[in-house]
């Protein structure tokens, strides 16, 4: 008795490891905003660290190289977009009523840019094998020819609340009546005219997607997919989406059995803050105090000459600034940068070139050192703060030197003219590592 149970156990687990197979996943992420793969990054991640094969095209490969996990690298291939390239005067323009076109545009640029690139055009040509797809659910849906190229089912992720195209594909209702979809202006809580306002804006948002997305996505597609389906019928064989949200943020909505929310998913441990760059080098700055006439023989006579000897004679990186801040004065300021390894050469070049050290705060310094705390600064990846008009980038210089607190501020330009004691500007921060 004891065998024979014994022997079903053994053919029961015998059974269930033959079942224990790798997934081979394709993922296709067209859109080169940073914050949007963020959100995917996690989940494509957490799958190859089970096992499963996983193949991701995006603009953001990995740095370090992981187990089950191939790069199909976008970068550079969709530059102009539209990310980086809303300005603060197109936000304050914008309506609910252009903001559907205006994606749709960027969406279709995307797709034009990424088919063309050769590593997605190698892709095509593949005769690869996978078992599932894994795309973005945003602004174009010409990526889902894919699941027609290598007959696979495919699953969408949203990386914030769905856009007011998404629901039809899987049967989700909209519920205009008490629910505010994306791109709405009205509250929670309508009354009737908002109500109709709501539903009204819902179904022009729906028509432009229609009209405009699905018609450009249809003859992107057939030049590159001869024979396929119809791209409305391949969408509407979604198998399940994905959301960035949570009903404690975005409220309570009902929600089909496809549709399932994940909101936080892309939230790990932080880890600890890292270093400024010009922290881990050192800064030596060096004022010439050159007069307006001077700078250009300057620049042209001297400036290779001084980047050739801190080069060989030290090992040192320069740039150098020219700062006119004064009408009589244009100061050019070298920024030699000095690995660790070679601080300790700080003190001859002082002597030497008249340089002064200077380190910029490590950003855990930064924080800790705040005895009011730290005020977090960031248009995100779509908008460049340095694109800023001159008063507003002033008013918020004003306001910002009134606060007790110390303020952490994206500026993606390499001087922020003005910048008070109390502010620090980076090009980039671990926004989820300092929240």
Known sequence: MNSKWQLHTFLLLFLMILNLEATRILGIFGHNGKSHFDVFEPLMVALSKR???VVVASHFPQKISLINYTDIGLEGSAENNGTGAVTLEIIEKLSQWIISPMLVSFGQKNCEAVFQYPPIQRLLKSDEKFDLLISELFNTDCYLRFVHKFKVPHISLSSHVLMPWANGRVGNPDNPRYIPHLFSLEPHKMDLL?????????LYHKLVYSLLASRWNQAIISEWFVGSPALDDIRRNTSLIFVNSHFSVNGARPLVPGVVEVGGLHIRQPKKLPEHEDSRTGVMNCDLHLSVRQVVSFCVDQWLCYTRLFNDMHGCICDFIMDRKHEQRANIKFCVLLGKSRTETF???????????????AL????????????????????????????????????????????LWKW????LPDQPNNVLTQKWMPQFDIL
């Not at 003190?347 to 705060?361: D, H, K, L, N, V």
């Open 51 to 53: 096992g499963h094969d």
């Open 194 to 202: 908002q109500r109709i306002m709501n539903t009204a804006s819902l």
């Open 347 to 361: 003190q001859m070049m002082q002597q030497a070139y008249g340089i002064e050290a200077i380190s910029r705060p």
């Open 364 to 407: 855990d310094k930064f924080i800790s050192e705040a005895k009011h705390g730290v005020v977090y600064f960031s248009m995100g990846s779509m908008i460049r703060a340095e694109t800023f008009p001159e008063e507003k980038r002033r008013a918020f210089l004003e306001a910002f030197s009134e606060l007790p607190q110390r303020v």
């Open 412 to 415: 993606e330009g390499d001087e």
